[in-house]
């Protein structure tokens, strides 16, 4: 033991440690904050290597100080191993030695200008975790005061040690500083490292028979963060707050190292290695380390505890995060069902399945030499084929096997998912589960759930220090919620538990936060936000068939929902917001795009009248219109949610859930295919080219085996396109396998008002209808229009703009409208706006042009502009009909009778409206959650 002398230094070195704490734990500033050092003196002439060699011996000599394991005679003959902390431990002022553990922690700090971490990279290497910290900790924790301290001065290197890795902050000072690339492997060694550190924390015990039963956690808790836990408010000091931020970041950092994924040829460490997350879970449990969090997640609203609501719901966000909802909450014993949804038992269930369909007469015994065949591809390459279906394969399907595989590297080279995701999927051991699952039941039934996430996202919204990195915070409350969500829904928990996340205010956070993450670009933060989403209102939908209270509860919320026009409009941008982001962006589209229609739609069915409340324009002044599902449903049916749709075909197989996924595909292909009348949106060359691919043998097997059904529907789809394809004409085939607009066709079909209604009415009936349709903006157009030709006419002289001379009207020219794109063309609403205020309209070079007559009066024109603008401002409403009926379609002039073309008459068919027969209906097994 040391000398009474160095025991005095213990004070000091605790007061550095509090100083230090901001740094090492963010208890006052943000993570991302590097705290100013004085690079050590030609750092960067030397060498990464060369730095760790000149580093190695004085850190390993100060490590020798530290103390180590002697044989000490008990005096009966028996000999033990005992732990010796040595006399330079504590920081003894000798003439030879330094402050073994001070020097230890100075020399950390110089890794914050060391881009290759070369002492934490000796650290690692001479084992100062493993064979000195721990070793100390478990010797001196609860051996009174001064060794309490010691215990603390290793926890405090400790959580130092285990601080995750920010690979972003990383490689922006890797490029800032033009590094080499080879710091990126020094980065990859310390990682497997943390590792090392994690399993040495979960697994050592100390070699003293006496104090065997000790854990690092176990210590940690009780010797070092309890007697500043449990201490009031009143009394803590600053150091106890350090003190108990530290403990929290530990487990923290513990939590979020994850576990090395096995290999075939992997060492028997990293098999061992590869549940270490399942060994901390049930340690926290046993250590009542978990209890402790639960405590303070419940008062994370106190000022009590208030100081660690960020660092405890990291805790939760770094156990949770990555774990299969429907596994983690599943009935334990129910091994029929885990099985069902094993992946490794999926995976060995397909091989099988597809050698059988390669080969149905080929022997099952195995190859012990493989199969390897060269051949001679049409180039004059010698290529190499490795399946056993090579053997009888004809050289043109070897080709498009190699071709294949080499689209499949580059394809995975595609993004996953976003940088700063967790983990796709953590596999915990029974034991784990079991704890897991019973932690979660108490933090959703006690209501602590709610208590910290409202408390986290006060300390957001508050812009608090304590928080740190405010958007990569933001992210984990969203996640959490979306989990425990969907944890509520799956293990069918009472919705009173987590009724605070539904009302009103969820909705209007998700609803912003996706608009500002899409503008920003922040696709992390975009795509957490569409779960979250997703599952809330899942769990409106789950309340909408339990007890008559809550069915009147989701009732009313959906009225509140869907009556923000702003709401709806953010739905549809959501929903074509894929362009070329990661697959789990994609997933999350398609998720949202298969869910949120779907509960309009059936709750716009419930409803006979349905209002929704819009801002008129630029006005900021809100209106109430009539709401037809029909109209949301078109505007929804875009080119860029079938770009999202085909590219989700193609990519499915690297969906973790394709069982749910697949059905909900085909639920949205077929509302914009059929439901919608949108097969145009189809027929691009690269869109049939990508079904073909996707639907072709041996992919369509494949995805047969995964879900039977809703492979047949999406077969039958992919014909009723190919059908739908073939009865174009000649001209419009040959523009679309171009990947170009086929010729526009001007013969579109116009409507009318009934005609008792007056003019005006009728102007704001067909305002009305487009803006129910989403087409203000063709409002707009025609109102720009009025007003210019207007300014125009009155311009020429002094007149009266309702009876303009003679003279002054001989002036007057047709005033032709900009090109109003396609909706001028083929929108009924808006031609019949545009016919109803006078306009006229002519073709010019397959171009129909918008024009404003050169009788029309300037006073016409101000007049039916002022009509236009009072519809917006306080839209058209007909007791007892909806917008719809009141208007009707023209029948279009009968042909003249002609004689029928012979067979023999190249005439290519009529386009046509698919027969009822042609049109799939998706069976009742893809529109299941």
Known sequence: MPSDDAWDDLDAYASDIVDEMAESVGSSVSDEEDVPTEPAAGAEEVDMDERVALLRPPILSICAALG????????????????????????????????????????????????????????????????????????????????????????????????????????????????????????????????????????????????????VLHCVLQHVLLPSLVRPRSERTERDTGIIGLCLHLVRNLLSIRDPVP????????????????????????????????????????????????????????????????????????????????????????????????????????????????????????????????????????????????????????????????????????????????????????????????????????????????????????????????????????????????????????????????????????????????????????????????????????????????????????????????????EAIIDFSYTMPRMLEKHANRHTHMFVQRRAGEDEQRHERAFRFASFQRAMATSKLVHACTQYLVRWGDSTRPAEMLPRLAAVVHRVLVRSERVDLFFSARVRQAWARALAAPRDAAMARVHPQAARDLLRLHKLLARSFARLDGAAQAAYEADRRPPRVHASTDIYVQSDLTHSEQVGVAVGLLAEAHKLTGVSWVRTALERAAAERMALGDMDAAQPPEALRAQFSPHVLPDGGLDAEQCAPLRLLCRLVGLQSEVQDSTVLWYIPASATPGDLVRDARLIDQYLAAPLVKEGYALADLVHRLRPPKPASRKRASPAEDTPAPTKRAAASDVPGLSSGSTHW
């Open 263 to 586: 290999k075939t040829l992997a060492s028997t460490d990293a098999v061992a290695n590869a549940t270490l997350q399942s060994v901390l879970v049930q340690q926290l449990e046993t250590s009542h380390l978990l209890d402790t969090l639960h405590m303070l997640a419940s008062h994370a609203d106190t000022k009590e505890y208030e100081a660690w609501t960020p660092v405890v719901a990291d805790c939760v966000y770094q156990m949770y995060m990555g774990s299969d909802v429907r596994t983690l909450a599943a009935i334990p014993g129910a091994s029929s069902a885990a099985s069902a949804t094993d992946p490794l038992a999926q995976s060995l269930a397909a091989e099988a399945e597809a050698r059988r369909v390669q080969r149905p007469g080929a022997t099952k015994r195995h190859s012990r030499f493989g199969t390897t065949v060269q051949f001679t591809a049409h180039d004059g390459t010698r290529r190499v084929a490795r399946q056993p279906a090579s053997l009888t394969a004809p050289v043109a399907q070897l080709e498009q096997g190699v071709r294949e595989r080499s689209q499949r590297r580059i394809h995975r080279r595609r993004p996953a998912t976003e940088r700063g995701a967790p983990p796709t999927s953590v596999v915990w051991t029974p034991g784990a589960r079991t704890v897991l699952q019973a932690w979660a039941d108490r933090f959703v039934r006690d209501g602590i759930f709610v208590v910290l996430s409202r408390a986290y996202l006060n300390d957001i919204h508050a812009e608090r220090e304590r928080v740190g990195d405010l958007d990569a915070a933001r992210c984990k409350v969203i996640q959490l919620a979306a989990f425990f969500l969907e944890y509520v829904r799956v293990r069918a928990l009472p919705w009173r538990f987590v009724s605070t996340w539904m009302e009103p205010w969820a909705f209007r956070l998700v609803r912003a936060r996706a608009a500002m993450a899409l503008e920003a670009r922040q696709w992390l933060e975009f795509v957490a936000t569409v779960r979250l989403w997703t599952t809330l209102l899942r769990a409106v939908d789950a309340m909408a068939h339990g007890t008559e209270e809550e069915r009147a509860w989701a009732d009313e919320l959906q009225q509140t929902l869907y009556y923000d026009g702003d709401a709806l409009d953010m739905a549809l941008h959501v929903m074509h917001a894929y362009s070329a982001q990661s697959f789990a962006c994609l």
């Open 68 to 215: 180590g394991y002697e044989h000490v005679d008990q005096g009966d003959g028996h000999i033990e191993m005992v732990y010796k902390v040595g006399d330079d431990c504590l920081g003894t002022y000798m003439p030879l030695t330094s402050e073994c553990l001070r020097d230890l922690r100075r020399l950390w700090r110089q890794d914050d200008t060391d881009a290759s971490r070369a002492i934490a990279r000796v650290f690692a290497e001479l084992g100062t975790l493993q064979n000195d910290l721990i070793p100390i900790l478990l010797h001196c924790a609860g051996q009174g005061d001064k060794a309490d301290k010691i215990a603390l001065a290793c926890t405090d290197l400790m959580t130092a040690l285990t601080w995750p890795i920010d690979w972003q902050a990383e490689l922006r000072d890797i490029e800032t500083r033009n590094e080499d690339e080879d710091v990126l492997p020094k980065l990859l060694e310390l990682q497997g490292a943390q590792v090392q550190y994690k399993a040495a924390i979960l697994r050592t015990r100390a070699q003293d028979p006496k104090l065997a039963p000790r854990t």
